[in-house]
């Protein structure tokens, strides 16, 4: 992935967006879908144009069923905002969960790289923006993109290794348990060595079935995200 120079973070944040995801509202999908059905009745005054008529009915009628499902079929989140966690010994690797809520198991969690000490200090000193990368196997032509295995890691522009997706087992349980009534914040866990701990509140959005992202809330509304995440087929 080349990296996206820009004249600021945010400049960088939104051309990173416009290159990946399209955004489109729901309002917008269903005015096309009814802008495309409408050519289907004016090619009632042709009687010469049956079988054009049927070709247009059913493109129509398969595109309307696909806006139904927009977002049920794609992730297991019922919602736009999850709750993200990250955390992991001061020298040890980073992880990345996220949630419906805090007593559900993660839909998505992976182990990055990079140190955690090294993350929280990039973190520290500006925006930081995490995208994940994976390569689309012809194998696993339905898998959900929140089901790949191994992912290319670059933060803010800059290549650092491969995260793995992880399966949350009694250790991962037990951090996300002992922060659970944490709603925001970041500390150290007592009673467990130096395990840091990031939470907040993250912003689903879906570009497609292959390209997502998760963006930090800020709990005043204030300014653009200081932790952005994207999730990337190419």
Not at 104 to 117: H, R
Not at 169 to 192: H, Q, R, T, Y
């Amino acid at each position: 992935m080349k990296t996206i120079m820009a004249k600021t973070p945010q400049d960088s944040s939104f051309s990173f967006s416009r290159r990946y995801f399209h955004w489109k509202n729901k309002d917008d999908e269903m005015q096309e879908i009814l802008n495309f059905t409408s050519k289907s009745e004016d090619l009632k005054t042709f009687p010469n144009s049956t079988r054009a008529r049927k070709k247009i009915s059913v493109l129509a009628i398969s595109k309307l069923r696909a806006a139904l499902a927009l977002g049920r079929d794609r992730s297991p989140f019922s919602s736009g905002r999850v709750v993200g966690t990250l955390f992991g010994q001061r020298r040890g690797h980073v992880r990345f969960a996220f949630q419906e809520d805090f007593k559900a198991a993660p839909a998505f969690l992976v182990e990055l790289a990079t140190p955690t000490s090294a993350l929280v200090k990039e973190m520290a000193s500006g925006l930081v923006r995490v995208a994940l990368e994976c390569e689309k196997r012809a194998e696993k032509k339905g898998a959900k993109l929140l089901e790949e295995p191994v992912w290319r890691t670059y933060c803010n522009g800059k290549k650092c290794g491969y995260a793995m997706r992880r399966e949350c087992g009694p250790e991962e349980w037990k951090v996300l348990n002992a922060v659970g009534p944490i709603s925001m914040g970041a500390g150290v866990i007592p009673g467990d060595g130096e395990m840091m701990y990031m939470r907040a509140k993250f912003e689903r959005v879906v570009g497609s079935k292959d390209s997502e992202a998760f963006y930090m809330m800020n709990p005043d509304g204030n300014g653009g995200p200081e932790l952005s995440i994207y999730l990337l087929r190419v």
